[in-house]
């Protein structure tokens, strides 16, 4: 390798680790913990306080628990006993994160059709038909916008990392460590 090569490396190349630290996927995943355990109380508490929409409470009760047991299923590692199992592991494990993946999909498109659906509701009158307490909906509500609002900048971040990594014509410059 001659002395300007070494210079460059290729963008993705030099992306190697996970580029969050340990203690922020830690962070990350009490954080999501915490707001399902919240979407399993509150959906739980008000299940009959939403004659608007009768759904909402049970799309957070079921949107908490899909979400903390899809946090247990991440952490649990069995690796196969031997290599031949590698490759079937590997498939099935796929075909489970894909299937999981849809079903959180259309359930989150759903919960987003019965909120948004009925805003805004009649939070004082509890006898009329279009009542919802105003926590139970306030909570989808903002737990559903905030999720926007987190893809949004996730989305403008990953816009911006691409625009650097063409800018940067898909190399980085490395200064030599003196050793």
């Known amino acids: 390798m001659d002395a300007e090569s070494s210079l460059y490396t290729p963008l993705l190349r030099t992306i190697e680790e996970s580029p969050?630290?340990?203690?922020?996927?830690?962070?990350?995943?009490?954080?999501?913990?915490?707001?399902?355990?919240?979407?399993?109380?509150?959906?739980?508490?008000y299940l009959?306080?939403?004659?608007?929409?009768?759904?909402?409470?049970?799309?957070?009760?079921?949107?908490?628990?899909?979400?903390?047991f899809f946090m247990m299923i991440s952490l649990i590692s069995c690796p196969p006993n031997d290599e031949s199992?590698?490759?079937?592991?590997?498939?099935i494990g796929r075909v489970w994160r894909s299937l999981l993946s849809l079903f959180s999909f259309i359930w989150f498109i759903t919960g987003n059709v019965w909120i948004y659906s009925i805003?805004?509701?009649?939070?004082?009158?509890?006898?009329?038909?279009?009542?919802?307490?105003k926590t139970l909906y306030f909570f989808a509500f903002w737990a559903t916008t905030v999720t926007y609002i987190l893809l949004g900048i996730a989305l403008f971040l990953g816009f911006c990392g691409l625009l650097s990594a063409c800018a940067l014509?898909?190399?980085?410059?490395?200064?030599?460590q003196s050793s």
Request: net charge positive; with cysteine.
């Open 20 to 45: 969050t630290s340990p203690m922020a996927s830690a962070s990350m995943k009490i954080l999501t913990s915490l707001l399902a355990v919240a979407s399993i109380t509150i959906g739980t508490v």
């Open 48 to 68: 009959d306080s939403c004659p608007k929409q009768y759904l909402i409470p049970i799309y957070l009760i079921v949107s908490g628990s899909f979400t903390l």
């Open 85 to 91: 199992n590698i490759l079937a592991f590997h498939r």
């Open 119 to 133: 805003y805004e509701p009649e939070y004082i009158d509890k006898t009329s038909p279009n009542y919802c307490d």
């Open 169 to 176: 014509g898909g190399t980085l410059r490395i200064k030599k």
